[in-house]
């Protein structure tokens, strides 16, 4: 197998610490970012190389981009993982906390692609991974900003590899379903807070404590299976396009394909 010179954010938990372990057992060089970097120090141990990031500050991007390429001298494998889902009701969230969403699924993902991408036209080779969700082709209820988000990084990824094929450079998006990871405990978090006094208050609160009685099930997929399909997109001279995994992924994307939409709107509304 290619060693490959790997960055990933959002090393620090869930899909991407598992994904940081898979890799670097591979023999790959994986530089993990995180904010909480004590966060990503059991990964040492098979050799990733851990950075401090916050993905939207752009000075805490460049310096780590800079980091690698300064050791390393190119960038094989960018991984856009770190994300967190903020729930609401569209009257509830505020524009800031909205901004502050789109900030890090969005703009961050935009901010470290920019900043990746002039070395990898050099080297005329890479391969971008973001990771969207099966939330970029469905939404599900009290998740407006979050879906308006991987909607958007759906567009983003297709646009950019239309833009980048003629560089040498692959993207493939992956398109996770439910996950155990803490992701489902923060969407829920934020939305009983955000509703908190307010006309959504009672709904709001059933749709979170589903979140979280799912979340704490057995039901959802292991984040391992999504570390294995990154792996694979990691590895594959030409990666898919589109990788839709994990716990009810493809049954829901399907029956949103074939649904007339109220129906599908009547399916999210009672499915907590
Ligand atoms: P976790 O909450 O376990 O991990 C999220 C990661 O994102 C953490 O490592 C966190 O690191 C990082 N992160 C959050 N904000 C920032 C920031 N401002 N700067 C840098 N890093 C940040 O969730 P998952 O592993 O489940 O999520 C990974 C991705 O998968 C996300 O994009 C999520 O939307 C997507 N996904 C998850 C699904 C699920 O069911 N779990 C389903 C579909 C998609 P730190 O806080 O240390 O910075």
Redesign the pocket.
Same mark, same amino acid.
């Given at each position: 197998m290619e060693k490959k010179v790997i960055i990933l954010?959002?090393?620090?938990?869930?899909?991407?610490?598992q994904t940081a372990e898979m890799l670097a057992k591979q023999g790959h060089i994986v530089y993990g *970012?995180?904010?909480?970097v004590e966060?990503m120090d059991a990964l040492k141990q098979f050799g990733v190389k851990t950075l401090q990031?916050?993905?939207?500050i752009e000075e805490s991007v460049d310096k780590a981009v800079k980091a690698i390429i300064a050791a390393e001298g190119r960038i094989d494998v960018l991984v856009n993982? *770190?994300?967190? /889902?903020s729930f609401g009701a569209i009257e509830d969230v505020s524009i800031a906390e909205a901004r502050k969403q789109f900030d890090?699924?969005i703009f961050?993902v935009a901010m470290l692609t920019k900043k990746v991408l002039p070395h990898m036209r050099k080297q005329h080779s890479g391969t971008i991974i973001n990771?969207?969700? =099966? /939330?970029g082709r469905l939404t599900i209820y009290f998740g407006a900003w979050y879906h308006a988000t991987?909607y958007a990084l759906e567009a983003f990824s297709d646009a950019l590899r239309m833009e980048t094929k003629g560089f040498g450079i692959n993207v493939a998006i992956i398109e %996770? /379903? /439910?996950?155990?990871?803490?992701?489902?405990f923060?969407a829920a978090d934020h939305l009983e807070e955000s509703s908190k006094g307010g006309a959504y208050e009672e709904q709001a609160k059933k749709v979170a404590e589903g979140l979280r009685k799912l979340y704490s099930g057995n039901m =959802?997929s292991s %984040?391992e299976v999504i570390a294995k399909v990154i792996s694979r997109a990691t590895n594959a001279r030409r990666p898919k396009a589109r990788y839709l995994i994990?716990f009810g992924a493809k049954p829901l994307v399907f029956l949103h394909t074939i649904l007339p939409t109220r129906w599908f709107d009547f399916i999210m509304m009672h499915a907590s």
């Open positions: 954010t959002g090393a620090s938990s869930g899909i991407g610490y *970012a995180a904010r909480r966060k990031m916050d993905v939207t993982n *770190a994300g967190y /889902g890090v699924n961050g990771i969207s969700s =099966m /939330g991987k %996770p /379903g /439910g996950i155990k990871t803490p992701w489902g923060i =959802m %984040p994990g």
